[in-house]
């Protein structure tokens, strides 16, 4: 039996309903007849049957007041779905294993729970010296990549009410003083990335970025972590950061994040 490319089943109207749909993306709310008409280049009598469609099953809205129309509730309904299947571990997953491959170092994704930072997922790298998973553990915010990824893009918590009156000394290279947090954290800020050298635990360098989702909700951070040795600062600048930037962006993509 001879296999028929997936192409050749395409049924043509249920191609037209979707490139309706796809109109209505980036600064786009509202779209008429007319204006879809030329876009998809078929009959006004054809998009308003389309149109009509999509409406009766709530994909599609109209506005009455300008006779326009908008993408409908169930549209948003698929949407959350979606991120509930393949929420942020799922996309994760294949993040961490590509920067295992690349970076050969430990890899994990954390969210913020109050005060903390709570590692979610963690791949260790295969070396004999390498960062241990930190599952099952809670890591501070002052003083961890995650935490400062935290501290610089959680709009809705941040410095305010993430920290301690006392920040607490893990090692002698954690920072205490206040104000030079706040100077380090706007350094994160507007680099796009966190680092800590040995602040937390010593001989041990991380680095970590934020994940935003489709409502531009920071939602985790993704890390790279290893022993100082093999993370020297010209690595970790020239090779690790980019890579980590690049991962961090991807996944971003993958929940939907259009930054």
Do not use: W
């Amino acid at each position: 039996m001879v296999r028929r490319e997936k192409s050749n089943y395409v049924i043509q109207s249920v191609s037209h309903a979707l490139d309706v749909l796809e109109q209505f993306h980036g600064s786009v709310d509202e779209i008429g007849v007319t204006e879809l008409s030329k876009r998809l280049k078929l009959h006004k009598n054809n998009v308003f049957r389309l149109l009509a469609t999509l409406e009766a099953r709530g994909y599609i809205e109209q506005n009455r007041a300008t006779e326009n129309y908008r993408l409908g509730l169930h549209c948003l309904q698929l949407g959350q779905t979606y991120m509930q299947q393949m929420g942020f571990l799922l996309q994760a997953k294949s993040t961490l294993e590509e920067l295992i491959k690349n970076a050969k170092e430990s890899s994990f994704v954390a969210i913020r729970k109050g005060a903390a930072i709570i590692p979610l997922d963690f791949e260790e790298a295969r070396s004999a010296v390498r960062v241990v998973s930190f599952l099952g553990t809670t890591l501070p915010l002052h003083c961890t990549a995650p935490g400062k990824v935290y501290l610089a893009f959680d709009s809705e918590e941040g410095l305010s009410q993430g920290l301690p009156e006392r920040l607490e000394r893990f090692t002698d290279k954690t920072i205490v003083e206040r104000r030079q947090l706040l100077e380090q954290v706007k350094q994160v800020s507007e680099a796009g990335y966190a680092v800590e050298q040995g602040e937390f635990i010593d001989e041990v360098v991380c680095v970590a970025v934020p994940i935003h989702d489709y409502t531009r909700t920071l939602v985790g951070s993704l890390a790279i972590a290893g022993p100082a040795h093999r993370l020297s600062h010209d690595r970790l600048h020239k090779e690790i950061v980019p890579m980590i930037l690049k991962g961090g962006t991807e996944l971003s993509k993958r929940l939907g994040y259009q930054g």
